[in-house]
């Protein structure tokens, strides 16, 4: 396969345009001075990746991405920095001073993880483009063979919809509790 | 479009959330770096499915998966944060020496 080839195929495109938005805008998630427009870069990094999951054909997951992250746990990363830091402006000290290790770190993790799997995958093509997956092949396999650890992740989202509700719950003091208790 | 182009990408994005958990002080930064290597993993895994086309879309549930504990792992997160926020008046995750000897 040459890169003439690999150009010309329209699919390619769109790829290479999503994949600019999403690395852009991790880069952008991870170096940003200011704590809200990392939130704001991690919706366009998040965007772009339902993008690419649509390429994928798999539209079920690309529209839980958008409503499950982008419309929740965004949401809730915004509540989180507006009230653990309340002047949301630009913030200096937001990283540490020894972003060269963590870079060589970073750098030499995306060295290997690429080579790897450019050493295991070559030019194997994509099976049936363009071929979308349909919503009733996943919805069967969740609820037909993947129904155990279906009903197990129900258990861990109902535990930690109870478990955030009492560590963040603000625990009356003994006075406090007496005085409720008087009303 | 072959599958390395995804895994490559995938691979980035990876390394980038790696960095920003390196290099963030803020506890909250640090929770984005996370979901930024997670979604990498989520899109290895619709990648793979691309290819695999298994009957019962395994890759895609798998997503799924991933996603929904992704979503718990943020609401405890940040539940942990801001009790930690409230009772060190700072959310910078080098300052918690609260458990170090």
Known sequence: MNIGDWIGHPANWAFIILGLVVAGAAFRVVTSQNVIHAALAL?????????????????????VLVL??????????????MITRAPTGRDVALD?????????????????????????????????QGEPTAT???????????VIPFEAVSFVLLAALIGGITIARKDLTPAEEVEREAR | MIVNQFLVLAALLFALGVYGLLVRRNAVMVLLAVEL???AVNINLIAFEAVLRSSEAVGQVFAIFVITVAAAE????????????????????????????
Not at chain 1, 47 to 63: C, D, N, P, Q
Not at chain 2, 75 to 100: H, P, Q, T, W, Y
């Open chain 1, 68 to 81: 499950v992250y982008i419309g929740a746990v965004i949401v809730l990363f915004l509540f989180g920095i």
């Open chain 1, 96 to 128: 540490h001073s020894r972003k060269a290790w963590a870079a060589i770190v970073a750098g030499g993790l995306f060295v290997v993880l690429s080579w790897g799997s450019l050493q295991a995958f070559g030019t194997t093509e994509l099976t049936n």
């Open chain 1, 136 to 146: 009733e092949t996943v919805g069967l396999s969740l609820l037909g063979r993947f």
């Open chain 1, 43 to 63: 919706v366009a990094a998040l965007a772009g990746t339902a993008g690419l999951f649509l390429l994928l054909s798999a539209e079920f997951v690309a529209w």
């Open chain 2, 74 to 101: 943020v609401g405890i997160g940040l539940a942990i944060v801001l009790m930690i926020f409230r009772n060190r008046a700072s959310a910078n995750v080098d300052e918690l020496n609260l458990m170090k000897w």
């Open chain 2, 37 to 39: 290597m997670l979604n």
